[in-house]
């Protein structure tokens, strides 16, 4: 015998039980097989459900279906972990093929700078005859010095030490703590680097050149930086 609410009629069908609506009157059912619980939700028609099993037995069935919900859910919405972080070669080659550069080695042998100037110099000078005619007036250099990589990077520092000293007024308020004209004379020295003077270099050869120059750095947040003359440009 089981007490149920006062419009709800329970009957076992088949191993099943059967939830009918009744008119509200209070009732009292007697069942030929026990029932030692059951639950209830309220039915907008009849409805069957599974056989009633203990409560004990129906929490484990719970934990069980409710594990394997969770279980179809990750695997449909995978975990999105943090991207591992690129090495500085990785993000520096990313930066450059977004841009539609490659790295092109130079050895790093204090004149990398002024290799890597010295190298594009020659491919400009050889591609493209207005760039050749201005170069040649701007810089005032013989022709053989186009051909020649290394004695074109020695170059270019000596007239980087010699834009330094003409044009100290520029240049001068970017040196702090340090003697400006004793860093100049140590620059002169091939494949010397390490000065402060390094940290203006790419604007100083801005402006010899009179043309722009691009550094792509190995930085995610700011991976392009433009260096533009800050004197008449070259064409």
């Known amino acids: 015998m089981i007490y149920t609410i006062e419009n709800v009629y329970i009957q076992p069908v088949n191993h099943n039980i059967l939830f009918n609506t009744l008119t509200p009157q209070p009732s009292v059912i007697y069942l030929s097989t026990p029932v030692t619980s059951y639950t209830y939700s309220p039915p907008i028609q009849t409805q069957y459900i599974y056989p009633i ?40 080659n990313l930066n450059l093929s977004r841009y539609g550069y490659r790295r092109q080695l130079v050895n790093g042998d204090g004149n990398c700078f002024f290799t890597a100037v010295a190298s594009q110099l020659i491919t400009f000078y050889n591609q493209d005859r207005y760039f050749r005619t201005a170069i040649k007036q701007r810089l005032n250099l013989p022709e053989n010095l186009f051909t020649n990589t290394t004695q074109l990077a020695r170059t270019l520092r000596k007239l980087a030490c010699l834009e330094w000293k003409i044009n100290d007024t520029k240049y001068k308020p970017y040196v702090n703590d340090v003697n400006y004209y004793d860093e100049i004379r140590k ?12 940290d203006i270099l790419p604007l100083t050869m801005s402006n010899l050149l009179g043309i722009p120059i691009k550094i792509i750095t190995n930085l995610s947040q700011c991976p392009l930086i433009d260096v533009c003359p800050q004197d008449e440009p070259l064409l």
């Open 187 to 198: 620059f002169r020295s091939d494949k010397f680097y390490s000065s402060i003077l390094g």
């Open 53 to 92: 099993h203990a409560v004990s037995q129906q929490t484990s069935e719970v934990k069980k279906v409710s594990q394997e919900c969770i279980q179809k859910e990750r695997a449909k919405t995978p975990v999105k972990r943090p991207p591992t972080p690129l090495s500085a070669d990785e993000q520096l």
